[in-house]
């Protein structure tokens, strides 16, 4: 990876436009073309190819008793074609639609009508909201529809008891709207293929901070009423919102970070200054910063990822704050999709990696700018092992392993999170930076591939048909079909990467690892040379690689259990909780009793999704399910609903379900069991 990671210069080959004004830019965006046809996107019921989005504004009046927001929704749009009778949106079966109306300025007089409308049947994530237009709105002509709505327990919006945020003190609601949550937050087309312009009002209860993924905020303290403006296209997914007790830090000259007043002072202390040096190295490498802001919110354990790329604000999982490593991987992943995903999007779910594995290519060169190439090449071992980790349980045809996954109809993109679209789609990436023979050459590809369709959506052959186009050579050279590295190959072959990165450049780091893993699964245990390796002045990233190699061997023959919690339970012990937790999973798996109060210690203070539901299915798939229920009927109370259905699955999969029902009073999700999270654990 040595190559792959050095600084980057420009060649004189290749030219990258300037930076443009703020004003120039949106001028830009407003006299964009439109691009070639958008692609068929099976996860989206709408109608999308017909209309042209010009801005999406909602009024919205948030209810923490009810647990509702009454909203008002306007879309701009412009109809594409002659005969189209009908606006069908993506909308939720929880959604109460009100009231549906169009305006329009026809034949010099403004009309306004209201509208028939009929919510039909589409998957279980999501219904067709179908609107019949007045034959006055011809093609070409613009037009508005008013859509008023109640919104109920949808997936997109996550509602939390003073009790599960981590002062205690107030409500707190936050939005999901990845993948394709946020049609139960308000109608639209929930394709990335389609991007618009935003603005928002917010009215919430007197003490309730609001924050939106947006360019500018205001706050009218009379009638406590937050307007939010973005002034940037973006996608459905990304319109992402936050209410609680919230309060802030300058941590950069364009960045503030976001928590909850008994966190903030480390949320402040951990991100103070290191934000903008990442922002830096990330415009160095790929252009200026087009968002203005970059501001972080820690979000409770509540939230169902480890972090979320929202324009301007990234949400991010508070429990992560204690694992240093693991937070500066995460907020730079998310920077780097401010270029790689957010300006540039996948146009449809099924080739994520888009986004996914450009972003995961683009976090490494900011980390080799800023922390160095050893501790790039070890993040990144411990990645790939995750990936063949992962391909070992799903198997090499498995067709979730493709770069073009092909979605039946009805599937969730959501439940096809997985690490085949970031550390395969990375490797590809890779491959390309490889193929021109320059990490510096490719950092101006990229820098030119940003410029060319930023605000865009793009499908693969957008890339790689302007990476040749940019490398002529390369495409003179055939490259796109060079025997078993053939593009269309990496794109739709299952299994794992066609080729991986050469990692020798973290060979200071990684072989201690290794070393010290051959010691403890040698046959005979060698003591004095075990005890010579100090595992107490390692990274994180080298001490939960050796734990996730030692878990892939449990059970381990008892005695050498024993002399791994005499060597390092009291030190693991007093680590974060990225550490803690696979140390945990190796007690459990090994049935090692003397350690057995920490497991439960552990799942008495932890309530995120990724700490605790790896345990308890490691729990329950051993001979501890009385354990597992016990602990959980004690702790459920303190547990967001979601979660304890998911806690409840694990347990109906692995139990007497009669039984299960009898213990816990929630009614079973009825979503897909997923596989364990352990190692996919990773960022949106």
């Given at each position: 990876m040595a190559a792959a990671f050095e600084r980057p210069t420009f060649c004189c080959c290749r030219k990258v436009v300037p930076g443009s004004s703020k004003g120039e830019e949106r001028s830009r965006i407003r006299s964009r073309p439109r691009g070639p046809p958008c692609p068929v996107d099976i996860a989206s019921s709408s109608n999308?190819?017909?209309?042209?989005?010009?801005?999406?504004?909602?009024?919205?009046?948030?209810?923490?008793?009810?647990?509702?927001?009454?909203?008002?929704?306007?879309?701009?749009?412009?109809?594409?074609?002659?005969?189209?009778?009908?606006?069908?949106?993506?909308?939720?079966?929880?959604?109460?639609?009100?009231?549906?109306?169009?305006?329009?300025?026809?034949?010099?007089a403004h009309n306004s009508w209201p509208l028939s409308h009929r919510l039909d049947p589409f998957t279980d994530y999501g219904s067709s909201l179908v609107i019949t237009l007045p034959a006055a709105i011809k093609a070409h002509t613009n037009f508005q529809i008013i859509i008023k709505y109640t919104t109920a327990d949808g997936p997109a919006i996550w509602w939390l008891d003073?009790?599960?945020?981590?002062?205690?003190?107030?409500?707190?609601?936050?939005?999901?709207?990845?993948?394709?949550?946020?049609?139960?937050?308000?109608?639209?087309?929930?394709?990335?293929?389609?991007?618009?312009?935003?603005?928002?009002?917010?009215?919430?209860?007197?003490?309730?901070?609001?924050?939106?993924?947006?360019?500018?905020?205001?706050?009218?303290?009379?009638?406590?009423?937050?307007?939010f403006q973005m002034e940037y296209p973006v996608p459905a997914y990304l319109l992402a919102l936050v209410a609680g007790d919230l309060i802030s830090a300058d941590i950069g000259?364009?960045?503030?970070?976001?928590?909850?007043?008994?966190?903030?002072?480390?949320?402040?202390?951990?991100?103070?200054?290191?934000?903008?040096?990442?922002?830096?190295?990330?415009?160095?490498?790929?252009?200026?910063?087009?968002?203005?802001?970059?501001?972080?919110?820690?979000?409770?354990?509540?939230?169902p990822i480890v972090a979320m790329e929202n324009p301007c604000l990234t949400f991010i999982i508070s429990c992560i704050l204690e694992s240093d490593e693991f937070l500066i991987i995460d907020v730079i992943h998310e920077i780097a999709h401010s270029w790689f995903g957010n300006a540039v999007t996948n146009a449809t779910w099924e080739e994520m990696w888009l986004s996914e594995g450009l972003a995961t290519y683009a976090q490494r060169r900011i980390t080799t700018e800023t922390y160095g190439a050893a501790f790039t090449c070890l993040e990144t071992t411990f990645r790939l092992e995750a990936l063949h980790r992962q391909l070992k349980l799903l198997g090499d045809e498995s067709p979730v392993s493709r770069l073009q996954v092909k979605f039946e109809p009805g599937v969730n993109p959501s439940s096809l999170m997985n690490l085949f679209t970031y550390e395969k789609g990375f490797c590809f990436v890779y491959y390309l930076s490889q193929l021109c023979g320059d990490t510096k050459c490719f950092d101006s590809f990229l820098r030119a591939y940003v410029e060319k369709f930023k605000f865009t959506s793009v499908v693969a052959g957008d890339l790689l048909e302007f990476f040749l186009g940019f490398f002529p050579e390369l495409r003179e050279k055939c490259v796109d079909n060079k025997k078993g590295l053939e593009f269309e190959r990496w794109l739709n072959a299952s299994g794992p990467p066609l080729l991986e990165p050469d990692l020798s450049q973290g060979s200071s780091l990684i072989k201690p690892v290794e070393t010290l893993y051959q010691l403890w699964?040698?046959?005979?245990?060698?003591?004095?040379?075990?005890?010579?390796?100090?595992?107490?002045?390692?990274?994180?990233?080298?001490?939960?690689?050796?734990?996730?190699?030692?878990?892939?061997?449990?059970?381990?023959?008892?005695?050498?259990?024993?002399?791994?919690?005499?060597?390092?339970?009291?030190?693991?012990?007093?680590m974060n909780a990225e550490i803690r937790i696979r140390w945990l999973q190796i007690v459990v798996r090994n049935n090692y009793l003397p350690d057995f109060y920490k497991v439960r210690r552990f799942l008495e203070n932890h309530t995120s999704r990724m700490y605790t539901g790896p345990l308890y299915e490691d729990l329950c798939a051993g001979t501890m399910k009385a354990i597992a229920m016990e602990t959980f009927y004690l702790t459920q109370n303190r547990l967001h609903v979601n979660l304890r259905r998911a806690i409840q699955q694990i347990f109906a999969h692995s139990a007497n379900p009669a039984a299960v029902m009898t213990l816990l009073e929630d009614k079973p999700s009825d979503t897909t069991n997923p596989i364990s999270l352990r190692n996919v654990n990773v960022s949106a």
């Open positions: 999308f190819q017909h209309f042209e989005l010009r801005h999406l504004h909602l009024e919205l009046e948030v209810n923490f008793v009810r647990r509702q927001i009454e909203a008002v929704e306007v879309l701009d749009l412009v109809s594409l074609e002659p005969a189209t009778r009908s606006l069908v949106l993506d909308s939720h079966q929880s959604l109460l639609i009100r009231s549906v109306s169009a305006k329009c300025s026809c034949n010099s003073p009790e599960l945020t981590s002062g205690n003190s107030k409500p707190f609601l936050f939005t999901h709207g990845h993948s394709v949550c946020n049609r139960s937050f308000f109608p639209c087309f929930d394709t990335p293929a389609v991007k618009s312009t935003y603005s928002a009002t917010v009215m919430v209860p007197p003490g309730i901070k609001v924050l939106m993924s947006a360019t500018q905020s205001t706050f009218d303290e009379q009638e406590n009423i937050y307007r000259p364009r960045s503030r970070v976001w928590a909850e007043p008994c966190l903030l002072k480390m949320a402040t202390a951990k991100l103070n200054g290191t934000v903008e040096q990442w922002l830096s190295a990330a415009e160095n490498l790929f252009g200026p910063y087009m968002w203005e802001r970059y501001d972080v919110v820690f979000l409770p354990p509540s939230f699964s040698s046959e005979t245990l060698d003591g004095n040379h075990i005890t010579d390796i100090d595992i107490s002045k390692w990274k994180t990233f080298q001490i939960v690689h050796l734990l996730d190699k030692l878990l892939d061997r449990s059970p381990l023959p008892p005695e050498v259990m024993m002399k791994l919690s005499k060597s390092y339970s009291a030190l693991l012990n007093s």
